[in-house]
């Protein structure tokens, strides 16, 4: 497993916010194909597919749809399993661990990404870590609205474990 | 662990290779920093320096130098470790999971390694694949002499190993 995570304020992104509901509720969130989907982008956008192959190497590709129809795939891969504590996924690699190739534009955007849950009363204490590997991408993710969107895909994660205990 | 490597020859290079040694010991001449130092890269070219922190997410840096004392580091990490049978590390990623940050230039190169081991009589099957993202990263590594300098690398592995047995 990777050692404790040093941010690089120049390089990563933290969300980090405690959450009214468990841990193993929150992992498989993130981990079902079925509930991912209800959640993990923010109204009026919708996940139209998504992947999740969990293991390390294995497929995670999300699907998001616009609005107005427009699809816009990512894929990536994870790369550390750990159930209920720790998600590890990459969009530098594509499943089995093949390097993203190389494309001109802007909507490359390599990134890794950390979930961090621990126990914290009944609830849990939930942290999102997207490093980067140069400033340039960090600030790319940031304009795309890193902070808000994940706040709010967040906001309707919980709200959607809330609504089913 | 990832699945069997579907190879792909328009992104892929394969090195495969009946050694004469046990597999036991060319894990460790891959895994110890002082032997690899001896067989990595053909002579006259040497290994300067070294770090292997033999994990997930862990450091994997090489510098090598020329016979004109030269030095080209490369740092990466590694994605999967099972002793004695498969090593898969990533130039694509650098340890912690980073990306590796974007530059211009030719000198960049993402690829995958497998090494994978398998017992064959009292040697090994050795198949180093490497995998990329792209055609010309490919043809840059082909260009770069994949297969004499991975090829001479192993010869001098094997007469490390046996010289010592």
């Known amino acids: ?69 427009e699809e816009f795939p990512s894929s990536g891969c994870f790369l550390e399993v750990v ?15 093949r390097p993203t190739p190389k494309v001109s534009g802007d909507h490359e955007l390599p990134f890794t990404a950390f979930i961090l849950l621990e126990p914290e009363g009944v609830g849990t204490r939930y942290r999102a870590i997207l490093i980067h590997g140069d400033p340039q991408s960090k600030k790319t993710h940031e304009d795309m609205g890193f902070e808000s969107g994940w706040g709010a895909a967040l906001d309707q994660m919980v709200e959607m474990i809330s609504s089913e205990q």
């Not at 933290?14 to 468990?22: G, N, T």
């Not at 989907?37 to 616009?66: H, L, N, Q, Y």
């Not at 209920?84 to 089995?96: H, M, Y």
């Open 83 to 97: 159930e209920n504590e720790r998600l590890v996924f990459t969009s530098a690699l594509l499943p089995g661990f």
């Open 1 to 69: 497993m990777t050692k404790e995570i040093e941010i690089n304020p120049d390089l990563d992104l933290v969300l980090e916010r405690v959450i009214d509901v468990p841990r193993e509720l929150v992992w498989k969130a993130w981990t079902d194909v079925e509930q991912l989907k209800r959640w993990f982008v923010p109204k009026p956008w919708s996940v139209a597919d998504c992947r999740i192959d969990i293991r390390p190497g294995g497929e995670f590709t999300t699907v998001m749809r616009s609005p107005e129809g």
